[in-house]
């Protein structure tokens, strides 16, 4: 099983739809990212969070230690957003030891 | 601008070649990483290098071959790969690996390798 969980693997929805996407893990953490890679392959860090929520423009970042879940929130979704996203955590008793789920692929239609 | 740059972006080797993918940051960050992003599976950390010492090395096996002549430059070298080791190869930074708030990664573009 692994460490750090996505939903949904794949995800297809209409421009301007809300959208989430899930995270959940089972080990003990420092800091939770969310991270955006471009078909190219090109990564881009999007949050990073220990507690709480983020927001940067669209996008919206939530954890909650306690139940070792975070979610990534697109609102007013558009087809630039299409793009895979990964969770990352940072595990709080191996220096620097990244765990990374397996994405989940966004695609936004016009 | 990444901030962190790498080359080459597509790169095809047969089993008996040797080459080397390179990995330069501008960040002034003091660590760096090599990742390997195979197909529907999650990113693998192989190495860790913090002021230029590598302080992790993720059984990655001995084809594979860091390098780290300073903390701005990172390479990877490559000699007599599998088929197998066609993926895409990630280099990130970061500012360091200690303190009570992490510093989040910086990644490049990776460079594709596919193994003929």
């Known amino acids: 099983k692994n460490e750090v969980e996505q939903s949904p693997q794949n995800l297809t929805a209409q421009e301007g739809e809300f959208i989430t996407i899930n995270c959940s893990y089972s080990v003990g953490i420092s800091a939770l990212h969310w991270l955006q890679q471009h078909p190219g392959g090109g990564i881009v860090s999007l949050f990073m969070l220990s507690s709480g929520k983020k927001k940067h423009g669209r996008l919206i970042a939530t954890i909650n230690i306690q139940e070792k879940h975070s979610s990534l929130h697109i609102t007013a979704s558009h087809p630039r957003d299409s793009a895979v996203y990964i969770c990352a955590v940072r595990l709080d008793y191996r220096d620097d030891k990244i765990i990374f789920g397996k994405g989940t692929r966004l695609h936004i239609l016009p | 601008e990444t901030g962190v740059t790498q080359t080459p972006r597509h790169l095809v080797m047969g089993m008996t070649n040797k080459k080397s993918l390179k990995c330069e940051q501008h960040?002034?960050?003091?660590?760096m990483y090599w990742y390997k992003q195979s197909a529907k599976k999650p990113l693998e950390l192989m190495f860790v290098?913090?002021?230029?010492?590598?302080?992790e090395n993720n059984s990655v096996p001995s084809r594979f071959s860091p390098e780290c002549p300073n903390s701005s430059h990172l390479f990877l070298h490559l000699h007599t790969l599998q088929p197998e080791d066609s993926a895409l190869y990630l280099c990130a930074s970061s500012q360091d690996l200690t303190g009570p708030i992490n510093s989040p990664l910086h990644f490049g573009n990776g460079t594709r390798l596919t193994v003929t």
């Open positions: 960040l002034g960050h003091n660590a």
């Open positions: 290098y913090s002021l230029e010492e590598r302080v």
